[in-house]
């Protein structure tokens, strides 16, 4: 026993140097190894982990901003396409003045004294004149189109009222000018027809002159559209 005792502090020496010896080498190691970082590289890994985390919440913010924009953009076409549409519509409904190329149709009463045999009717303009008319200028694509400054709408009423005629309510005594914004060409073809209704209104007496117009200013609808059946689906 008091052997062993002797013998173990040497012993204790060479167990300790071996530890020694292994612990320098697994140092060694671990300083050539790829997965070993000093505290120096680990402070730089570190900042420069920092700055790219700071990066990319810049990146994200200004992609948050970036969406925004296309967004925004994409609802400004959407947008600006049901404005058009909305313009298109008021103008359909004679909601909005226009302005265009056209046609200018006058009609008057028929000057000449009345004959012995003559009806006083076949001397005066009638709300089925201007009908007629207005139905062959629709027809030959006429866009807008008004009688004495009233806008012409799909409720647009027409009848007669004594020496006057009725349109959109107002009494409207001769002449009466009509003016059509459309195609000039085709307009005027189709009225100066031959055996059109402007033909049958001159052969009955009615005067009757049609101008080409570079630029017609037609007023929108003045009247309020009430609707006692129709609703909104």
Not at 124 to 137: A, E, K, M, P
Not at 198 to 216: D, H, M, P, T, Y
């Amino acid at each position: 026993m008091k052997s062993w005792l002797k013998k173990a502090p040497g012993a204790m020496a060479v167990v300790c140097i071996v530890i020694g010896v292994m612990l320098a080498m697994q140092y060694r190691t671990n300083l050539h190894s790829p997965s070993y970082v000093s505290y120096r590289e680990w402070s730089r890994q570190l900042a420069q982990g920092k700055d790219l985390q700071q990066q990319n919440d810049e990146l994200a913010k200004e992609t948050m901003v970036l969406r925004a924009d296309l967004a925004g953009a994409a609802y400004g076409k959407q947008n600006q396409s049901l404005k058009s549409r909305l313009q298109q519509a008021d103008i359909l409904a004679g909601f909005t003045p226009v302005a265009g190329p056209g046609l200018v149709i006058m009609l008057d009463d028929n000057p000449d004294p009345m004959q012995q045999n003559d009806q006083s009717e076949d001397h005066l303009i009638h709300d089925s004149s201007l009908l007629l008319v207005i139905n062959q200028l629709r027809n030959s694509g006429a866009e807008v189109i008004s009688i004495n400054s009233e806008r012409i709408i799909a409720s647009t009423e027409i009848r007669c009222a004594g020496p006057t005629i009725l349109v959109n309510l107002n009494r409207i005594p001769p002449p009466y000018e009509i003016q059509a914004i459309g195609d000039p060409d085709k307009l005027e073809q189709a009225m100066r027809r031959e055996g059109g209704d402007l033909e049958n209104l001159r052969f009955s007496g009615i005067k009757v002159s049609v101008q080409r117009a570079k630029n017609l200013e037609i007023p929108a609808y003045q009247e309020i559209l009430k609707y006692k059946y129709a609703k909104n689906k």
